[in-house]
């Protein structure tokens, strides 16, 4: 952060703003890659290929849909990071912060801290990350496997997932 030596750490606060600060230039380059990789995964043996790797994905999709299309689910992206980076960096920093009043070992209390920090970011993130996927493999695929289709906002999917399954669907 502007005004932090190189020896110095953030604290809770400014790692929380950094992380909002950042999610829309992170996502700009997650999100492609995120929409191939939740195309060819959704390619299973009950479905007829439509892409042979990751470069067929891109083509066919900038193909079909434009170039544009290779960004469906970033603003779900983009909520999903706002909202779970910062439950990511205090989960992290205060399980460290307790590791160390509690003289646990360092290895230990730093894969904790891990750890916790992966409980607090999908906990609360999870269901965005379901809202942004479906959005993603709203192209060819979507068409293919039924329920997957993500067609609309983010509310629109949202809402959608909620009829069919209530709150528990967004955590399945």
Do not use: H
């Not at 900038?62 to 980076?85: E, H, N, P, S, W």
């Amino acid at each position: 952060m502007v005004g932090k030596t190189d020896d110095e750490t953030l604290n809770t606060v400014e790692m929380v703003a950094s992380a909002l600060i950042t999610s829309p230039a992170y996502c700009a380059f997650v999100a492609p890659v995120d929409l191939v990789k939740n195309r060819l995964q959704v390619q299973s043996s009950k479905v007829d290929k439509v892409y042979s790797g990751p470069i067929d994905v891109v083509v066919k999709t900038v193909k079909k849909d434009g170039a544009k299309a290779m960004f469906d689910g970033y603003t779900a992206t983009v909520i999903q990071r706002m909202v779970g980076l910062p439950f990511l960096f205090v989960f992290y920093d205060l399980t460290k912060q307790a590791a160390r009043r509690n003289n646990v070992p360092e290895s230990a209390g730093t894969l904790t801290a891990g750890f916790m920090a992966g409980v607090g970011f999908w906990g609360v993130s999870f269901p965005m990350d379901l809202i942004k996927t479906q959005m993603q493999n709203s192209g060819a695929i979507a068409t293919t496997v039924k329920g997957t289709g993500g067609e609309g906002s983010v509310l629109a999917v949202a809402t959608r997932i909620y009829k069919n399954g209530g709150i528990g669907g967004f955590y399945r």
